[in-house]
């Protein structure tokens, strides 16, 4: 079975701008949440997306929205970049909600902003 | 907010020695998940223990958890060099709905 997969692997973008990423469940999860990476932070949730719909957010502003479709694959967006949102971005997919269910991680997207 | 704590934050030792890394949190919890992670890669979910459990094996993986101390640990016997990574506890908090994870501990086996 195929893992998680996402895309870009890696990325730079110029401030101001915006961004989309992009993940790919494995087959058969439907729910898939977001995290941020950082050196400082650490690992911080974004958001969780199941069957079509945000389930729960964390604490980002609204610059960071998501979206999940019918095929369970997930974009995620990041408009008006600054370079505080240089990051490792990870995707991650369970069979379904919950907290009981082990998340599956993708290789994540690295964002670099300049 | 940050749920689990890891202890130590690093950690060093020789191959086939035995590695513990400790975790805290703060409020109860429904179940706790230590992940591995390589050099900036995804992570891997190592185990899962519940609130009910106190001890738990995988090969050489052996997870506990304290309830009353709101802590686990997770020891790592016979390590390899391969087991070279970032470890990370996640918890439920209560209730809740996201894990949260906590900042890990580096490990570095040396061959």
């Known amino acids: 079975k195929a893992g998680v997969t996402q895309t870009p692997r890696y990325l730079i973008k110029t401030r101001g701008q915006q961004v989309t990423l992009s993940c790919s469940p494995i087959?058969?999860?439907?729910?898939v949440s977001w995290y941020q990476q950082t050196p400082g932070q650490g690992l911080q949730f974004l958001f969780e997306?199941?069957?079509?719909?945000?389930?729960n957010k964390g604490n980002f502003p609204g610059r960071f929205s998501g979206r999940q479709f019918s095929n369970s694959r997930s974009e995620m967006n990041v408009s008006t970049l600054e370079l505080g949102d240089s990051a490792l971005y990870l995707c991650?997919?369970?069979?379904?909600?919950?907290?009981?269910?082990?998340?599956?991680f993708g290789p994540g997207t690295r964002l670099t902003v300049t | 907010s940050q749920q689990g704590e890891e202890d130590p934050q690093a950690l060093s030792i020789q191959e086939g020695e035995n590695a513990t890394m400790n975790c805290s949190y703060k409020?109860?919890?429904?179940?706790l998940q230590w992940y591995r992670q390589n050099s900036g890669r995804g992570l891997v979910h190592l185990i899962l223990?519940?609130?009910?459990?106190r001890e738990k094996h995988s090969g050489r993986l052996r997870v506990t958890l304290d309830t009353s101390k709101k802590s686990s640990s997770l020891l790592i016997t016979a390590s390899r060099a391969a087991d070279t990574a970032s470890y990370f506890c996640?918890?439920?908090?209560?209730?809740?709905?996201?894990?949260?994870f906590g900042p890990g501990t580096r490990l570095s086996v040396l061959p």
């Open positions: 991650a997919s369970s069979l379904t909600s919950g907290k009981e269910y082990e998340q599956y």
């Open positions: 087959s058969g999860h439907r729910s």
């Open positions: 997306y199941f069957s079509e719909t945000q389930r």
């Open positions: 409020t109860s919890i429904n179940n």
């Open positions: 223990i519940r609130s009910n459990e």
């Open positions: 996640a918890t439920d908090e209560n209730y809740g709905q996201n894990f949260v």
